[in-house]
């Protein structure tokens, strides 16, 4: 529902400087995030949001108004194939292990 990404977008823009913002996709964020959504979290630097398709898993950890360090794992998509398929349907869960360090503000 288009809704809910318009509120995702106020949501981000809101978010005070020095917050850390986790996202994931639930049921297709390919064709109900518009994209002035996917626009602002490409601009917090997501790589993936762009070429999300039908039931993409993706999730996404970014960092506003500072820079996480390169060696953390910040994002991970996996698509929708019928072939490989963990779920009826759905691909396999996104799994992002690390540690952000606390001082980076």
Partial sequence: L???SAEMATFIKNAPQ???LL?????DGSTRLKSDAK???EA???KEIQNMKFRSSWAFIAAKGFKLPDDIQTEKINHSDNKKNRYSGWPAEIVIEGCI???LI
């Fill in 23 to 27: 996202m994931v996709t639930h049921d």
């Fill in 39 to 41: 626009t602002l979290i």
């Fill in 18 to 20: 020095g917050s850390l």
């Fill in 101 to 103: 360090p606390r001082n």
């Fill in 2 to 4: 288009y809704e809910h």
């Fill in 44 to 46: 917090l630097g997501s």
